[in-house]
C-alpha cells in the first residue's frame, strides 16, 4: 500500500534538466488521489529538505531554492507524481526521495541519485 518507486535520476552537467518520476503501484486510486504528493531531497551530511509538495486540488509549495527551475506535477490516473528540474546548479546534488502523506500516516521512496556536475 505505501511502495513508491522513483526513477530518473542521473548525472547531469550544470544547466542540465532532469525529470524524476515516483510510481504508487501499490496504491489504490481513492488513496492516492486525496494523499500531499512531495519531493525531498538529503544532500550528503546534510538533513532531509523540502523540495516540493502537490496536493489533489493542485495545490503547489516549493523550497525558495528551487522556484522558477523546478515544477511538480501529478499524474492521478497513473498514481504518479513528477518532478521537472531545469537549470541544474551543483547545489542540486542529493538523493531525491518521494513522499506521500494522508490522514497522518506519511510514506517514503527509496530514493534517486541526482548528481550535478562537469
Known amino acids: 500500500q505505501g511502495q513508491l518507486v522513483e526513477s530518473g535520476g542521473g548525472l547531469v552537467q550544470p544547466g542540465g534538466s532532469l525529470r524524476l518520476s515516483c510510481k504508487a503501484p501499490?496504491?489504490?486510486?481513492?488513496?492516492?488521489?486525496?494523499?500531499?504528493m512531495g519531493w525531498y531531497r538529503q544532500a550528503p551530511g546534510k538533513e532531509r529538505d523540502l523540495v516540493a509538495t502537490?496536493?489533489?486540488?493542485?495545490?503547489?509549495n516549493y523550497a525558495d531554492s528551487v522556484k522558477g527551475r523546478f515544477i511538480i506535477s501529478r499524474d492521478n490516473a497513473r498514481k504518479t507524481v513528477y518532478l521537472q528540474m531545469n537549470d541544474l546548479v551543483p547545489e542540486d546534488t542529493a538523493v531525491y526521495y518521494c513522499?506521500?502523506?494522508?490522514?497522518?500516516?506519511?510514506?517514503w521512496g527509496q530514493g534517486t541519485q541526482v548528481t550535478v556536475s562537469s
Open positions: 513522499n506521500r502523506k494522508l490522514d497522518g500516516q506519511s510514506y
Open positions: 501499490r496504491t489504490i486510486t481513492s488513496v492516492f488521489n486525496p494523499s500531499i
Open positions: 502537490i496536493a489533489n486540488s493542485g495545490t503547489v
